[in-house]
């Protein structure tokens, strides 16, 4: 069965700063891979997906984020943080055939500070 | 568009009490998806609907029913609450249900405690 890591609970980086939030998968093959948002009190948004291709995917929201199978990691980047991203993402795998389960990290809370 | 709504926005229920989580989306999607996120460890899917008239099991189904009562709503019961049933709980829904590769549009969850 898949599994997804993300090793950092909480990160905390100050208005206008880079982002960085790490994301590894377990699965025998290349899984499909998708970023969610959660702000307080809301549902989730998908912030981008990766299927296959070119390796760095672009979403919405100004985030970015590049596939390395050989580390199995798909990594959140953004260049500037705005306050407004202060909320909870999670990395998601789903084999890459129908019929099975997306599968969640267990999500990192960014705090952005003045 | 209202995209996908769920209430009650909050519950709180005591042991061995019954309830009904209602879910309706507008989005003409085939497929809906109930969740709960538990702290640290993200979304697991409880049970969900490839379209209507169709229900299967996810991840953690003991202790849930469903309904999927049209197109449109798709519901999630506990007939009997236990304390490990709190949590928030999130219906999705997408568009034609022939994959994971589709996105899944969130409601805005529904935080139920058992006493």
């Known amino acids: 069965a898949q599994s997804v890591t993300q090793p950092d609970i909480h990160i905390t980086v100050s208005e206008g700063a880079s982002l960085e939030l790490r994301c590894n998968y377990s699965?025998?093959?290349?899984?499909?891979l998708f970023w969610y948002v959660q702000s307080p009190g809301q549902g989730l948004q998908l912030l981008l997906k990766?299927?296959?291709?070119?390796?760095l995917v672009q979403g919405i929201k100004g985030f970015e984020a590049e596939f390395k199978r050989s580390q199995s990691s798909f990594n959140l980047r953004k260049p500037s943080v705005h306050w407004s991203d202060a909320a909870e993402y999670f990395c998601?795998?789903?084999?890459?055939?129908?019929?099975?389960?997306?599968?969640f990290g267990g999500g990192t809370r960014l705090m952005v500070k003045p | 568009n209202a995209g996908v709504t769920q209430t009650p926005k909050f519950q709180v229920l005591k042991t061995g009490q019954s309830m009904t989580l209602q879910c309706a989306q507008d989005m003409n999607h085939n497929s809906m998806y109930w969740y709960r996120q538990d702290p640290g460890m993200g979304l697991r899917l409880i049970y969900y609907?490839?379209?209507?008239?169709?229900?299967d099991k996810g991840e953690v189904p003991n202790g849930y029913n469903v309904s999927r009562l049209n197109k449109r709503e798709f519901s999630l019961r506990l007939e009997s609450a236990a304390p490990s049933q709190t949590s928030v709980y999130f219906c999705a829904s997408s568009e034609e249900g022939t994959g994971w590769r589709e996105t899944q549009y969130f409601g805005p969850g529904t935080r139920l405690l058992v006493l």
């Open positions: 609907s490839a379209s209507e008239g169709t229900t």
């Open positions: 990766y299927f296959s291709g070119d390796t």
């Open positions: 998601a795998v789903a084999p890459n055939n129908a019929g099975n389960m997306l599968t």
């Open positions: 699965y025998g093959a290349t899984p499909y």
